[in-house]
């Protein structure tokens, strides 16, 4: 039976998830190329899963906690790659003068994609049975490269998750006058928290919308991120199993600074599994 399977990758304060699509090519797609001092989700993939192509790289925005991978990536080839497209005095503007190395190697890579590809979520496409949707604000509506971000939806089998990037308060706003955008939301049933869990990418209004099960900080440190505004009564919670500690608890928030590594299965019939690499976490 195929499977939709989502790895969100503890690469501490950056993000990298890797989507495995229940197509006949057997597509793998990654949203951001963030990556931790000691370990690359693009090596790890290409070393332990026997991925040689990417088909798909969405870079959520430019911040070099979502590109840091990059050298890695490229040796993943991936076939196409949507990122925000802004001007040079924008990065500047964002990241002063001279532009940090790990982003000046982003631009270079990215001229070697030529012509244009049609969206992630054009008919099209045969991605095995899974939807996506994508929005995406103009530069001139924030100076702050974080509002940017590429916001993408994905749908399984009943099962829709939505990987928001960095935006912030303000982005989500402007994204919630889209009756399309909201409906999209209201179907989210796994939550990836914008900027790592940080309060600036809270926005209270979003849960008037959004009920979903579970959500997923990629996150470093409880210093910088905000989980308690996510244990709200919007959340509706998953019940796991402990295998360490043989106990059963109700879980409203994940992250990979204490679960590590999250994994996520949706098959054709909208059963789900989901599990955690370091508490040993499984969804009953």
Not at 184 to 206: C, M, P, Q
Request: hydrophobic share 35%.
């Amino acid at each position: 039976m195929s499977i939709f399977a989502i790895t969100v990758f503890d690469v501490e304060l950056g993000n990298c998830h890797v989507l495995q699509i229940p197509n006949l090519s057997k597509d793998v797609m990654m949203i951001d190329a963030g990556k931790r001092p000691d370990f690359s989700p693009a090596l790890h993939i290409k070393n332990n899963w026997n991925v040689q192509k990417l088909r798909w790289l969405t870079i959520t925005h430019q911040d070099n906690d979502h590109i840091e991978d990059i050298d890695n990536v490229k040796l993943l080839n991936p076939r196409t790659l949507s990122r925000p497209i802004v001007s040079m005095e924008y990065l500047e503007n964002q990241y002063g003068y001279p532009l940090p190395d790990n982003l000046l190697k982003f631009m270079e890579y990215e001229q070697t994609f030529t012509g244009s590809a049609l969206p992630i979520g054009d008919l099209s496409y045969d991605w095995g049975g899974v939807q996506f949707a994508t929005f995406r604000l103009k530069p001139n509506f924030s100076p702050n490269i974080n509002n940017l971000s590429i916001v993408t939806f994905a749908h399984f089998s009943g099962w829709t998750i939505v990987f928001p990037g960095d935006i912030e308060t303000e982005a989500w706003d402007e994204h919630l006058k889209s009756e399309s955008f909201r409906d999209w939301l209201s179907k989210t049933d796994i939550f990836i928290a914008s900027h790592h869990g940080r309060e600036s990418g809270y926005n209270k209004i979003v849960f008037d919308y959004c009920k979903p099960q579970v959500v997923i900080f990629s996150d470093k440190s409880c210093e910088s991120s905000a989980p308690d505004l996510y244990r709200n009564d919007s959340v509706y919670g998953l019940q796991f199993y402990s295998r360490n500690a043989n106990t059963f608890d109700t879980r409203k928030v994940l992250t990979t600074r204490k679960d590590g590594a999250i994994h996520i299965q949706i098959d054709h019939e909208g059963h789900h599994k989901i599990t955690t690499s370091t508490t040993n976490l499984v969804t009953v």
